[in-house]
């Protein structure tokens, strides 16, 4: 089953909530969560309730009135399946990428590139107008490719800059600057994580620094031409609305 990238963002919210409290939530923290009304999450979850892909039970609060219930939900095992298929899909396509590598182990750019670059970007317009939080998204990029990996760090990065109302001036100015791309880009990161760091963002970040130095890493072994595609995709990103 394909589901549009809103469906998705809400099922994935209620994945997590659910795997962080081991039990149904009720459907005003999803709209926390994505900063929607309580309203629109009760909505859209029986949306996906209809698909078979969400389910929901009652529960009597100790705070409400004798006799009041409350709607709670949690994901269907259809609807973790929908959700691992689409990781599993991604994986698959990220995985292409070291079929490309040549024997000195420098990837190059290919047309599936920029279809995964493209995925990547509309992901992160999502990710500036939710409240997913930064160590979910950074913990799955440790078995990502390296372009999907460097991608979404930036993607993430820059998302929580936008979340934050942070200004990307100074970002921006680092692939403006005429610096080599191959330079460039790791600071960029540098300056992205650098400024999260003095706003608290990334404190929960425990392994940001290797996240840093892998990137770099990936980015000394990558192509001309791949690097040049994710300077733009960067410059792409920080423009997104």
């Given at each position: 089953m394909t589901l549009t990238r809103r469906r998705m963002d809400f099922l994935e919210v209620l994945r997590d909530l659910v795997a962080k409290t081991g039990q149904p939530v009720h459907y005003d923290r999803v709209g926390e969560r994505l900063k929607v009304s309580k309203w629109t999450a009760y909505d859209m979850l029986n949306e996906l309730m209809s698909d078979g892909l969400v389910r929901a039970s009652y529960s009597t609060s100790e705070s409400a009135s004798r006799g009041r219930s409350q709607v709670l939900f949690e994901p269907t095992p259809s609807g973790l399946a929908v959700l691992n298929e689409t990781a599993n899909r991604a994986n698959e396509t990220g995985n292409k990428q070291a079929e490309a590598a040549t024997g000195t182990n420098r990837v190059s750019a290919t047309q599936d590139d920029r279809i995964k670059l493209a995925s990547i970007l509309e992901r992160a317009r999502a990710l500036a107008e939710s409240k997913s939080d930064l160590q979910e998204i950074l913990a799955g990029l440790q078995n990502a490719s390296p372009l999907v990996f460097c991608a979404s760090?930036?993607?993430?990065?820059?998302?929580?800059?936008k979340r934050r109302g942070l200004s990307l001036a100074m970002v921006e100015a680092v692939l403006s600057g005429g610096v080599e791309v191959e330079t460039a880009l790791p600071v960029l990161i540098?300056?992205?994580?650098?400024?999260?760091?003095?706003?608290?963002?990334?404190?929960?970040?425990?392994?940001?620094?290797?996240l840093i130095a892998r990137f770099a890493e990936e980015i000394q072994r990558m192509e001309e031409s791949t690097k040049g595609m994710l300077a733009e995709f960067a410059q792409r990103v920080m423009i997104l609305e």
């Open positions: 760090l930036i993607a993430a990065l820059v998302a929580e800059f540098g300056v992205m994580a650098g400024g999260l760091l003095v706003k608290g963002a990334l404190k929960k970040v425990w392994n940001i620094d290797r």
